[in-house]
């Protein structure tokens, strides 16, 4: 496929995970992609990954929580690509402990580079986006915005994402820029891992254990959720703006 010919991507977190799954999905059907992580060190993995099938990408080092050096890095990526078509603020933390355990500054983090930076790549991505009056961007929420336990500080944030999705979407729909976020479930990633560490078990029995309890009896994995991003971020999506999606197996 190549929904995304001539498209410029700009994926952060995209180091591992979710977001590196993404950035090869999205070059992988046609795209150009930006793959921001905090420094272009870490990026660089996915972006050999990219060009070993045959795709363009780049790496970028950027502290996302930093506004001036998001504006910094995407003038570069603009630069350098001619463009910036599709955003998808990926980047994240965790810092999960119970809430009269919590200190403020696992508040403060989580709430900064989950949320803040989802702000700061908007703002600066949307100004080249209002310019040539297109534009997707797509958010990565979380089931957690439901509520967790242990995890207050992730659970505020991601549900911030859900509400400035929204919001954005009513704003920036007149300039043809699509807003949307994608919820996931539990998908095997370093993030669960640690999250099953917390509760004192192994990555395996954990995951066997939210497999047992979900009704598709698997956890899933970050090809699973690349693949609905790119579904949001491509013209196949042109009319959904302003919703998030649960992927989670059916779980409720």
């Known amino acids: ?77 603009a630069e350098d690509f001619g463009a910036i078509h599709i955003l998808v603020n990926n980047a994240g933390i965790t810092r999960d402990n119970l809430f009269f355990k919590m200190p403020k500054t696992d508040w403060d983090a989580v709430i900064t580079v989950n949320l803040t930076s989802v702000y ?46 929204a919001t954005l979407a009513i704003e920036l729909g007149p300039f043809n820029i699509n807003v949307n976020a994608v919820a996931p479930g539990y998908i095997a990633t370093s993030m669960t891992a640690a999250t099953a560490e917390r509760v004192g078990a192994s990555a395996e029995d954990h995951q066997a254990e939210v497999a047992g309890r979900t009704p598709l009896r698997r956890v899933g994995q970050p090809e699973d959720i690349a693949a609905v991003v790119a579904f949001l971020a491509s013209e196949d999506a042109s009319y959904v703006s302003g919703q998030t999606l649960y992927v989670n197996g059916g779980a409720r």
């Open 1 to 77: 496929m190549s929904r995304f010919t001539d498209r410029i991507a700009v994926v952060t977190g995209a180091a591992q995970g979710i977001g590196a799954a993404t950035a090869q999905r999205l070059a992988e059907e046609g795209a150009s992609v930006a793959v921001v992580d905090l420094t272009a060190e870490r990026a660089q993995a996915t972006v050999d990954a990219i060009t070993a099938k045959g795709g363009v990408a780049r790496a970028y080092g950027c502290d996302v929580t930093d506004y001036e050096a998001v504006e910094a890095v995407f003038a570069q990526i």
């Open 120 to 165: 700061n790549c908007s703002h600066v991505a949307q100004k080249y986006m209002c310019a040539q009056k297109w534009g997707k961007i797509v958010s990565l929420s979380s089931r957690s915005a439901l509520g967790n336990r242990g995890q207050a500080n992730y659970a505020a944030a991601k549900a911030g994402i859900q509400g400035f999705t």
